[in-house]
């Protein structure tokens, strides 16, 4: 799943100013001051400033450099969309699928319905 949205986002990234990275680069966990364990639990992306943004906040990142998505990123700021769309990308992280054996996180399936809008 990442390796796809990698595929399919890396060029219009790029175009926007940022460099996909391998999560197995020597230089990645060091930089970044987590383990390689962390790695494989969220994204993280490193900004020009020495910022590490994980998990929405990276999302809202490159949003905030498009065009046609910078108007998004006000309104998911908002308290209840922005539980919604945490909610919604860590049950993503956690329940992907890694095709092939390409990376190593095994967890059990928790199934549950609609589990962005179990609010507080």
């Known amino acids: 799943m990442c390796q ?7 060029p219009l990234l790029h175009r926007r100013g940022f460099e996909l990275v ?3 680069a020597t230089w990645v966990a060091p930089t ?3 383990t ?3 790695l494989m639990e969220e994204m993280h992306l490193l900004c020009k400033d020495g910022r590490v943004l994980r998990w929405v906040e990276a999302y809202l990142e490159f949003a ?3 065009w046609f998505t910078r108007w998004l ?3 998911a700021r908002l308290p209840l969309i922005y539980r919604a769309l ?4 860590r049950y993503t992280a956690a329940h992907r699928h890694c095709v092939g054996g390409h990376c190593k996180v095994h967890r059990p399936v928790h199934h549950r319905t609609i589990p962005f809008m179990d609010l507080p």
Do not use: S
């Open 73 to 75: 990123v006000p309104v």
């Open 36 to 38: 390689r364990a962390d």
């Open 64 to 66: 905030r450099h498009g």
């Open 32 to 34: 970044l001051k987590v």
């Open 86 to 89: 945490d909610r919604y990308y």
């Open 4 to 10: 796809r949205l990698a595929q399919r986002f890396g």
């Open 22 to 24: 391998p999560l197995q």
